[in-house]
């Protein structure tokens, strides 16, 4: 069944990129001023951060997860790990980002400054780079799957771009545990 129409695949990954990406830039350099969001106590907004660390976790074993079923045919398990891979990634963001706006941006780095320089940036930069890399690859991947039934599926990119948008995807998921490691439980 086309949930969508296979002509505006590319517009639409397009269109969700980019509002996706300007939304996150926006939260994270502050330019989404607090009171655009309900206030939250004290005790929630510190813990986001180690809810969001569970939920990566979980992405990555769905994702691998997603990744083993499809290796093996099995197209239905394959389908419900990835969607799950993907409402996870949306629990992440809505988590991160409301914590970026309600607190008015990042948290600075508690540790030292060499850690700071040559362990906390290089990381951070990878992570934030692949996610940015992986927004669109995964909008493109999963609205080829809502556009072609199974069978056609196969005669499009999908399974090219998907194991980019999986391998890229993992590795920001496993990075972004580093940061939280380095963030709240090295310093």
């Known amino acids: 069944m086309e949930y969508v129409p296979r002509e505006r695949v590319t517009p639409i990954a397009a269109v ?10 926006a939260a994270a350099g502050g330019r989404i001023p607090p009171s655009t969001v309900p206030a939250a106590p004290e005790w929630f907004l510190d813990l986001i951060p180690h809810l969001n660390v569970v939920i990566s976790a979980a992405a990555i074993g ?11 045919g099995q197209v239905d398990r394959h389908r419900v790990a990835m969607l799950t891979s993907f409402c996870l990634f949306a629990a992440f963001l809505t988590l991160y980002l409301y914590r970026l706006v309600a607190t008015g941006g990042p948290q600075p780095f508690p540790g030292p400054d060499a850690v700071y320089q040559f362990v906390y940036l290089p990381v951070l930069a990878i992570h934030i780079f692949l996610a940015i890399v992986c927004v669109p690859l995964v909008y493109y991947a999963l609205l080829l799957a809502f556009a072609y039934p199974v069978a056609e599926l196969r005669r499009t990119s999908h399974a090219r771009f998907g194991r980019i948008a999986a391998s890229l995807w993992l590795i920001s998921f496993s990075l972004g545990i580093v940061v939280y490691a380095l963030l709240h439980v090295a310093y």
């Open 16 to 25: 969700l990129s980019v509002v996706s990406l300007a939304v996150v830039f």
């Open 62 to 72: 769905t994702i691998a997860l997603g990744w083993r079923a499809i290796r093996r």
